[in-house]
């Protein structure tokens, strides 16, 4: 008898920002970075990807994925990367147990859906192939560690990899050619240091105009910065990032942050030709968070910038009202602010130019801190007879 039922499981994933930055493949199609990094992953309560996985022998046949409502191209190499191995360890199971039910063999249904723009510098997809590999996994019931299914993320987005952890996230390069050490591991959870907060200032909810994974192969061979980059400096914050982490030494991992963003766009900068994802709302904000520092007389407050010219400023808590409310001051009008946040008054004052352009050009703001990993959910967003739930 033909088993028709739909199987489901459903998962939300959370982003992650580096702090010590990915960038540059020393393998293209196994997602081999040339560096290690470290990153913060963010609260899912603001920032998450949620991805119900189902399957069913009553299916089409074919593989689906439906993002944010739209149908979404699953051809590709890394995405068919993730599926073919999540499946060999589903079809090891059903190997060693013949009464578990044949789902490696039914056509997957996947349907997910992002709480923040997508493809705009907000590391979508890291939190998005994350829950895909999670919800799958948690479909087909693995053993997997989160670090095991690291291994699968990474080969559909490198920073993926981070995303299956909360807390601060290491993801170690690795040696070995097959990629069979490269994968993420814990530095500490997310209540080893809760006080940290992040406040992001979305500049353009625009899809990137150079993806991340050709801007760095462009950097990897045409860069002559790249080269002291993965060799000195990058293992040298490595090594200092993780001390910081461990101490919650925030002075520490504020000037690793800064330093290491520096390098980064730097890099891409020194690209030929040059790759800017920053602009000048993102100079502004950088202007702005050393405003804050030294009026502050120390430092309290990081910015970083991934591949986009979105700014993420790092803060603990306890200087919220400083940091915040010196940001408050020139974006007021924009949405995202959490209650309590007009009424936080800040000693700091931005200069007219700096406030001037960040009011001219963010959009919006997210007010987020440290979180946690993976979570299973029943929120489906595939009905009990396989049909997309309408939302």
């Keep these: 008898m033909v088993d028709t039922k739909v199987y489901r499981?459903?998962?939300?994933?959370?982003?992650?920002?580096?702090?010590?930055?990915?960038?540059?493949?020393?393998?293209?199609?196994?997602?081999?970075?040339?560096?290690?990094?470290?990153?913060?992953?963010l609260s899912q309560s603001d920032l998450r990807t949620l991805t119900t996985a189902s399957c069913s022998a009553s299916f089409p046949d074919g593989d689906s994925l439906t993002l944010n409502n739209e149908p979404s191209d699953i051809t590709g190499a890394r995405t068919q990367a993730c599926f073919r191995e999540l499946r060999a360890r589903r079809t090891r199971l059903e190997e060693a147990d013949s009464s578990l039910p044949k789902l490696a063999a039914m056509p997957l249904r996947l349907v997910s859906e992002n709480n923040f723009p997508t493809a705009a510098g907000l590391a979508s997809s890291a939190a998005g192939f994350a829950a895909l590999v999670q919800a799958i996994a948690s479909l087909y019931e693995l053993p997997d560690s989160p670090s095991d299914l690291s291994l699968i993320a990474r080969q559909g987005s490198g920073s993926a990899c981070r995303s299956l952890f909360g807390g601060y996230v290491a993801w170690r390069m690795g040696e070995a050619a097959d990629g069979s050490?490269?994968?993420?591991?814990?530095?500490?959870?997310?209540?080893?240091?809760?006080?940290?907060?992040?406040?992001?200032?979305v500049v353009s909810a625009a899809k990137k105009g150079v993806s991340s994974s050709s801007g760095m192969q462009q950097?990897?061979?045409?860069?002559?910065?790249?080269?002291?980059?993965?060799?000195?400096?990058?293992?040298?914050?490595?090594?200092?990032?993780?001390?910081?982490?461990?101490?919650?030494?925030?002075?520490?991992?504020?000037?690793?942050?800064?330093?290491?963003?520096?390098?980064?766009?730097?890099?891409?900068?020194?690209?030929?030709?040059?790759?800017f994802y920053m602009n000048d709302v993102s100079r502004a904000a950088i202007r702005a968070v050393e405003a804050v520092?030294?009026?502050a007389g120390e430092t309290i407050a990081a910015y970083t910038f991934d591949a986009g010219p979105n700014c993420v400023v790092y803060y603990e808590e306890k200087n919220a009202a400083t940091v915040v409310g010196a940001f408050h001051q020139a974006l007021a009008g924009v949405s995202g602010w959490k209650e309590g946040a007009s009424g936080v008054s800040s000693a700091v004052k931005l200069d007219e130019g700096v406030s001037a352009t960040l009011k001219d050009g963010v959009s919006r703001v997210i007010m987020t801190g440290v979180g946690d990993g993976p979570r299973k959910t029943d929120e489906y967003l595939v009905a009990e007879d396989g049909s997309p739930v309408q939302r």
């Design 9 to 41: 499981a459903s998962t939300t994933a959370p982003v992650n920002i580096a702090v010590v930055k990915y960038w540059g493949k020393r393998d293209a199609k196994l997602n081999l970075p040339t560096n290690s990094s470290i990153s913060v992953t």
């Design 181 to 201: 050490d490269s994968k993420a591991d814990l530095v500490a959870p997310a209540e080893h240091w809760p006080e940290m907060r992040a406040l992001i200032l």
């Design 219 to 275: 950097t990897v061979a045409t860069s002559g910065l790249f080269q002291e980059r993965i060799t000195k400096i990058v293992p040298a914050n490595m090594e200092l990032m993780e001390k910081a982490i461990h101490a919650r030494d925030f002075p520490a991992f504020a000037e690793v942050t800064m330093r290491d963003s520096n390098s980064f766009h730097s890099c891409c900068s020194d690209t030929y030709p040059p790759i």
């Design 293 to 295: 520092n030294a009026q």
